[in-house]
């Protein structure tokens, strides 16, 4: 909560790179719901992609790692699990169909993260309660060396640093003294500063991430994997996560690189949303105007193949989806099936 509290009392300024950030992601989550009402079927692939990706990145940071070839089957499966991490990556999968069929009805308080940590590890003696023993992050070297990384709180202060940080979280989200993705991004900072947990605070943080984020209406975490975003940018992760928790214990560090980091997640996966389903944007798109100036240009009789040469970085859904739009019109004719098949222009199409 040393976050929580330092910025409701004392925010200044806004540094300029998390202003540009929070604007990418109001105009995001502007064109949030136009994009979630196309193609249902492209919206199911997109979850059950980001679903495994989330499952299998999450525990990956942590050092959790399955069989490739059993990750279907262990994300999706009911067959028996065969080791310890099979375990935790079901788990953390059963964890997110919570969150994702729940979402904001969920409240933020103790007992939904003891949920959430009794769901990611699974049958293990400590799942769903907080540390019993004092334990600080330590970082291990090859050649065997050790430094604390960051000291933690005590275990016999746990519950009452995790007690007051949901409370700060609620009052600053209500009276809004916090920007809320800045209060979301300071939450995270301060539930891995707290660690409550003896293993499985970076899962728990990951889950958290994405439940607040249903609960101020950011939902691309449901197309989109976050943890996956974070794991392929793992050593920032660390990097940022160090450097603002220093001093965190005296209320005076630094939190906007691990806040700009995290923004910088979510931007990046709203980027990744909106290309995806930018390919089945209606066929006044800026894509179908260069695919239909491509056939334009094209030699009376052409393939698929050749469009695509002249259209690098759209996809042959796409290009398929337009020339059947010319079809209709009249403007094109197929002259056989199947992507090798040529295809001829018809009447005048001007210059």
Known sequence: ?????QLSSDLEQIPAAISWYLTDLGEAKGKQELFTRQSPQKLTTLREHALIESAVSSNRIEGVEVNRARIGTVVFGKALLRDRNEEEVRGYRKALDWIHQKGARIPISEKTILELHRLTRGEIWDAGKYKEKDGDIIEKFPDG???????????????RFMKELITVWNDVIKQRTVQPLIALAAFNLDFLCIHPFRDGNGRVSRLLLLLQCYHLGYEVGRYVSLERLIEENKERYYETLEQSSRRWHEGKHDPWLYVGFLLYTLKTAYREFEERMGEMQSPRGEKTVLVTDAVRKSAEIFRIADIQSACPGISVDLIRKVLTGLRREGRVTCLG??????????GKWGN
């Open 1 to 5: 909560m040393k976050t929580l509290q």
């Open 145 to 159: 060396r050790e430094r604390v990384r960051f000291k933690t709180v005590r275990a016999a202060e746990t519950k």
């Open 337 to 346: 099936r199947g992507q090798a098949a040529q295809w001829k222009r018809r």
